[in-house]
């Protein structure tokens, strides 16, 4: 969790960056993320965990097991 965390913050950091908007100006994250039109990392890197899940539930069995 804390390097979702990281990620998350450095994230809205970059976006920020990109709207030229400051912590100051008291923005909330969805409507940066609703403007920037990108997508969470959390989102993204859960969605990838899901997918190299059903990719080596996928693999035959034996693959990676070494035969004598």
């Known amino acids: ?3 979702i965390r ?3 913050v450095a ?3 970059l976006e920020r960056a990109q709207l ?3 912590l100051r100006d008291q923005i909330r994250n969805e409507e940066i993320r609703w403007r920037t039109k990108v997508t ?3 989102q993204r890197v859960a969605k990838l965990n899901w997918q190299w899940a059903g990719h080596i539930a996928r693999r035959p ?3 990676g097991v070494p035969r004598y």
């Open 1 to 3: 969790m804390g390097l």
């Open 6 to 8: 990281r990620l998350r």
């Open 11 to 13: 994230q809205r950091a």
């Open 20 to 22: 030229e908007v400051s």
């Open 40 to 42: 969470d990392v959390a």
């Open 61 to 63: 069995i034996d693959v």
